[in-house]
């Protein structure tokens, strides 16, 4: 069953990534190759265009029941350089 909101896809996630990693595929949408970004207007939203290999898109065009989980999550700049940054190393003071 299909997590219905956004807390449930949180869960689902959350739990797939640290139980069973080597089944989440994770793409980084920077590299993905991204066609098109449209801004929204007064006349319509928002748009992203990106390649997804035919697979993808056989299923999300799918069978309901046989459709995978696809979701878009974003991760703060702020985060990202939190976590990735090295530990700054306090100054080794020697004694005289």
């Known amino acids: 069953m299909m ?3 956004a807390i449930e896809t949180f869960c689902v ?8 990693p080597e089944e989440a595929n994770i793409i ?3 590299e ?4 098109q970004v449209v801004r929204e ?3 319509r939203p928002a748009k992203l265009t990106m390649y997804i290999s035919d697979d ?14 696809y979701v878009v999550m974003r ?9 990735t940054s090295p530990i700054i190393q306090q100054p080794t003071i ?3």
Do not use: F, Q
Request: aromatic share 2%; charged share 35%.
């Open 41 to 43: 207007n007064d006349k």
């Open 13 to 20: 996630v959350r739990d797939v990534i640290t139980e069973c």
């Open 32 to 35: 993905a190759g991204i066609l």
């Open 28 to 30: 980084n949408l920077y």
């Open 75 to 83: 991760v703060p700049r702020e985060t990202v350089d939190r976590i």
């Open 94 to 96: 020697v004694a005289p």
């Open 3 to 5: 997590p219905v909101d």
């Open 56 to 69: 993808v898109a056989k299923n999300i065009k799918g069978r309901d029941s046989l459709r995978d989980l």
